[in-house]
């Protein structure tokens, strides 16, 4: 569930930052379009669809040498704190060399997997402005969008010339980012849901 109360002018990263640093650590806040929204706390169903894929994910990744964030790691689109989106996805996968330096940051700034699981109340925020930045992260090829109320996965993928959308329903049907060479069945997203 998100809060958002429109800021006049837009709030930079940096502003951002001082902002979270003065608040209490149980409130989550992401930076999107310049705007700071106040994220509520997960339910134990949303944290299940979020554990269930990035358990999955995280197991696949340390394999090929890649680190999968659940949860904790914000995304931004580069270094420059000028900038007016910072997020925190429920899942987040990076591959490459790492610099120890960066080690110490609270974002990265090349993912190529984002996890977002959808309640009704984030459901706008999340497909609208908060997708809209994540297509524009040059590093970007999967944007996975699950929703916690009933079984259903939107996958976009980067594809020449723009993003392509599936839409898997089914508990057959397979999630596969080929930019990691992952795959898994939906019915595994929502391994122990129960939908009513």
């Not at 060479?181 to 129960?194: E, G, L, R, T």
């Amino acid at each position: 569930m998100s809060t958002l109360a429109r800021q006049k002018d837009p709030v930079t990263i940096a502003a951002f930052d001082v902002f979270v640093e003065k608040q209490a650590d149980d409130v989550v806040y992401e930076l999107v379009d310049g705007q700071i929204v106040m994220m509520t706390n997960p339910n134990q169903r949303h944290e299940q669809v979020a554990s269930n894929i990035g358990a999955h994910l995280k197991i696949a990744m340390d394999k090929r040498g890649c680190r999968t964030y659940q949860g904790g790691m914000r995304v931004q689109l580069s270094d420059n704190m000028d900038g007016t989106d910072k997020t925190k996805p429920d899942v987040v996968v990076r591959c490459g060399p790492t610099d120890p330096a960066s080690e110490t940051r609270n974002y990265i700034t090349d993912p190529l997997v984002i996890v977002e699981v959808l309640s009704p109340s984030t459901m706008d925020y999340d497909r609208g402005d908060k997708l809209d930045f994540y297509k524009v992260i040059p590093t970007l090829r999967h944007i996975v969008i699950a929703y916690q109320d009933q079984m259903r996965i939107e996958h976009y993928r980067r594809v020449p010339g723009g993003w392509e959308t599936d839409v898997l329903t089914n508990g057959d049907d397979v999630l596969r980012l080929e930019a990691v060479a992952f795959q898994m069945p939906v019915s595994q997203a929502y391994f122990d849901i129960a939908f009513r």
